[in-house]
């Protein structure tokens, strides 16, 4: 079971979701945070990479809070509820469930950082 849907991000929904986020459509507002979401997304895999590695499961997690916003405004979760039961470190969630779980998170941001990237 994949914890993420991947075949549903495409850059016209991104940049529809920046707009509705921000209330505003003129295409260098949503530009301007387009950069700042490549810039966050791309920190978020980063840190991720390095908690991973060190199997930091707590600090994952509050950079899980911190991000759960760009999950959920781009519909990329398969279930909310898993993410949310991973976000507060239930028991239920092993060692080895949360490492599928952030290295499917980890491809997942860079799938994004490679499709935002992509349109500068």
Known sequence: MSFFKTDSINFPFIVLKVGELIEDNDHYKVRSHMNYLLEEISYARYQWETLLEMENWE??????????????????????????????????????????????????????????????
Do not use: V
């Open 59 to 120: 600090g994952a997690s509050k950079l899980l809070h911190r991000e759960k916003l760009i999950i959920q405004q781009f519909e990329l979760a398969n279930d909310e509820s898993a993410l949310l039961k991973i976000q507060k470190r239930d028991p239920e969630f092993q060692a080895s469930d949360l490492k599928t779980f952030y290295t499917e998170l980890i491809e997942l941001f860079k799938q994004l950082e490679r499709l935002i990237g992509s349109a500068d």
